[in-house]
């Protein structure tokens, strides 16, 4: 059983930082790309950023150069760094990560319970 444990989230004020993370655990045999969505209300889920296991990354037009993505493949973990934060960055933020289990040839696609950012004005 693979699962995805995200934690980090929370209320911030307009122009402050908050760091996301995400722990991958369980019979895992490797992981290929992880990266963060958020899903605001009313909205659909977009991406935020992704970051691939050789440490490539994209970003969202409306985050890149305040948000950065990085990932500790040994402890299967990737973060999201937040700063300069904005009233229209206030979503469920959810991890998501592409990994191939024990016993299977073939990557599934999991993700992580979602954790609540609030950046009030």
């Known amino acids: 059983q693979v699962q995805l444990v995200e934690s980090g989230g929370g209320l911030v004020q307009a122009g402050g930082s908050l760091r996301l993370s995400c722990a991958a655990s369980?019979?895992?045999?490797?992981?290929?790309?992880m990266g963060w969505y958020r899903q605001a209300p009313g909205k659909q889920r977009e991406l935020v950023a992704a970051?691939?296991?050789?440490?490539?990354?994209n970003y969202a037009d409306s985050v890149k150069g305040r948000f950065t993505i990085s990932r500790d493949n040994a402890k299967n973990t990737v973060y999201l760094q937040m700063n300069s934060l904005k009233p229209e960055d206030t979503a469920v933020y959810y991890c998501?990560?592409?990994?191939?289990?024990?016993?299977?040839?073939?990557?599934?696609?999991?993700w992580g319970q979602g954790t609540q950012v609030t950046v009030s004005s």
């Open positions: 369980g019979n895992i045999f490797s992981i290929n790309s």
């Open positions: 970051i691939t296991s050789g440490g490539s990354t």
């Open positions: 998501n990560a592409a990994i191939v289990a024990e016993g299977f040839t073939y990557y599934n696609e999991y």
